[in-house]
């Protein structure tokens, strides 16, 4: 093993810098080039990278986003768009590839590796959570710590003006972010994708934990049934007279700012990991994270589940509910 392509592909998320400086600085230590294609697949169909060295990675730790660049490329979904990137490849003479991203970069990864008979090793980065196979992807923990203080700063206002919230938070096809942030910001209710939405039950839900109109915390993920907050808060409208209610949609904040410590040590150790693992022959795999330890599966068995948030959280909160 002598050349090692990275990328970091999908949404962005915050600890992808400290993978990649793990990868490189793990590179460097045992003789390998670590060569960084920009812009994650689109970098590699237009030839665009770099040969990754030390300075590349210094002070790159403690910082959100990703110094790679990252995209969501249709193109590479194609066999034509995965030539191309095979022919340039090839002709670099890289003989891994690691791969930072969701399970949709995993399924381009798992094609090229077939197509070009290449080692490939994937690491689960996005701050939805939503990847099967493993407790934590990187970039989770920060944007729960991000929604969190944002909507301890939404109480301070809401408990001023004695208003109910709804609180948007990211989550296309999955409430993680949802369901841990309802428990951590001590909301009123969660609505979440995986759970069928009820708009009345809400309604009355939030009348009877909020008699005297003090501030209720209703977490939404994007991707609810029932809707964005915007949906919600006008169906909501003619069933909470007397209450006031504001809606705010945190948005693309979820998706920056510096990583936590649990995402950058993540990060780090599943960066070393994939490079011991490419040394070590494997390919195909996901390094997922369970309790404190590492693991791998087949990217096959990653790509082919679906993740679930803890359903039993719902409980949780649940159990919580005050009747004032
Ligand atoms: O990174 C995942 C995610 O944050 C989703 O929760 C969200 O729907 C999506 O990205 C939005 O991404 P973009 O604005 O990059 O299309």
Redesign the pocket.
Known sequence: MKKIALITS????PGMNACIRAVVKSCLGKGIVPIGYSDGYTGMIENRFTNLVSDDVVNIIQRGGTILGTA?NDEFKTKAGRAHAIKNLKSERIDGFICIG?DGSFRGASALSNEMNIPVIAIPG???NDIFGTERTI?FDTAMNTVVDAVDKIKDTAGSHHRIFLVEV?????GF?ALETAIASGAASVLIPEERSNIELLAKDLKSQNKRRSNSIVIVA??DDAGGVKDIYEKLLPLLEGYTLRYSILG?V??GGRPSAFDRILATRMGVYAVDLLLEGKSEVMIGSIGDSLHTLPISKTINNTAVPRLENLKVIKALKTVK
């Open positions: 999908g949404g962005d998320a969501r969701g996005t701050i939805d970039g990211m989550g296309r096809d999955a972010i994007e991707g693309h979820q998706r």
